[in-house]
């Protein structure tokens, strides 16, 4: 099993300012598939970023994906009030079995 | 557009089973991979299995294996999540979740999750 490991655990920045979350892999995820969740207090997962650096449908081009292999990286350009929440990755390159990070909790500094 | 609409609320005593559903719209379930994540309070996403395309059956995470059984209904395009002999540590809300039509294994579309509590 693919192991996923993010950080930093907790993200303080305040709006306007740029964020970067890393999400490592215990083993090289193949075909960079690799996805970026947002989920907010309630609320279900939403889908940000698929095979590493491809943005879903709807989202702001402020969120950005990079990384292959091993090492990803979630970043966010220019954070908005809305972007406060937390974010998790998702490999699937072992298909079909797939797994998530723990999450980085993104707040407001 | 896919929607999926789950089920209501649960609790069970331990040692109990739970099945929970998940109403499809906007497209048929046979169109579609369905999966199931759950999460337990304050805590991350965990897998428990879903539809491998690629071979036409049902895989579950090794944790869940024999206490897992997903199903789907395709007359009313509803799929379901039973998990038997339940403890406290399966306190969660368990979510369903899909693909676009287009088979892969990351999530496009959730349900709004259904809560269910395990205590005596």
């Known amino acids: 099993e693919i192991v996923l490991t993010q950080s930093p655990g907790t993200l303080s920045l305040s709006p306007g300012e740029r964020a970067t979350l890393s999400c490592r892999a215990s083993q090289s995820v193949s075909s960079s598939y690799l996805a970026w969740y947002q989920q907010k207090p309630g609320q279900a997962p939403r889908l940000l970023i698929y095979?590493?650096?491809s943005r879903a449908t709807g989202i702001p081009d402020r969120f950005s994906g990079s990384g292959s292999g091993t090492d990803f990286t979630l970043t966010i350009s220019r954070l908005e009030p809305e972007d406060f929440a937390v974010y998790y990755c998702?490999?699937?390159?072992?298909?079909?079995?797939?797994?998530f990070g723990q999450g980085t909790k993104l707040e407001i500094k | 557009q896919v929607q999926l609409v789950q089920s209501g609320a649960e609790v069970k005593k331990p040692g109990a089973s739970v099945k929970v559903s998940c109403k499809v719209s906007?497209?048929?379930?046979?169109?579609?991979?369905m999966h199931w994540v759950r999460q337990a309070p304050g805590k991350g996403l965990e897998w428990m299995g879903g539809f491998d395309p690629e071979d036409g059956e049902t895989i579950y995470a090794q944790k869940f294996q024999g206490r897992v059984t997903m199903t789907e209904d395709t007359s009313t395009d509803t799929a379901y999540m039973e998990l038997s002999s339940l403890r406290s540590e399966d306190t969660a809300v368990y979510y369903c979740a899909t693909d676009n039509g287009i088979p892969h294994n990351y999530f496009d579309y959730w349900g709004q999750g259904t809560l269910v509590t395990v205590s005596s």
């Open positions: 998702q490999q699937y390159g072992s298909s079909p079995y797939v797994t």
């Open positions: 095979g590493a650096s």
């Open positions: 906007g497209y048929t379930l046979t169109e579609l991979s």
